[in-house]
Nanobody, 119 residues
Framework: QVYLEESGGGLVQAGASLKLSCGASGNFAGIDVMSWYRQVPGNERLLVGDITQYGSRIHIDSAKGRFTISTDNANTVYLRMNNLKPEDTAVYYC??????????????WGQGTRVTVSP
């Protein structure tokens, strides 16, 4: 079992920057993938980007060059968002793929943090 705590969302104007944080805690042996998704109400939840031991990647074309995923020495993943645009408005969710001490592969979702970008 694992708990994900997200923070950093808010209301900003176009062109501003935000840094989202997601900290993982609980009973796990290791985390293999840490990801950020976003969802607009009434639409599908989309993969924004992910990070593994092999590196990070942004998957949404409109966010490439503006968004960056990174981690610290602990079990925390960040999403740095620069030059925000109104179309970035969404609820952003943290997601991890992890292993338990007893074995197996599992996943967990954060509660989501809201990002609103005004024109």
């Amino acid at each position: 079992q694992v708990y994900l705590e997200e923070s950093g969302g808010g209301l900003v104007q176009a062109g501003a920057s935000l840094k989202l944080s997601c900290g993982a805690s609980g009973n796990f042996a290791g985390i293999d993938v840490m990801s950020w998704y976003r969802q607009v109400p009434g639409n599908e939840r989309l993969l924004v980007g992910d990070i593994t031991q092999y590196g990070s990647r942004i998957h949404i074309d409109s966010a490439k060059g503006r968004f960056t995923i990174s981690t610290d020495n602990a079990n925390t993943v960040y999403l740095r968002m620069n030059n925000l645009k109104p179309e970035d408005t969404a609820v952003y969710y943290c997601h991890i793929n992890y292993r338990r001490y007893t074995g197996g592969n599992f996943d967990a979702w954060g509660q989501g943090t809201r990002v609103t970008v005004s024109p």
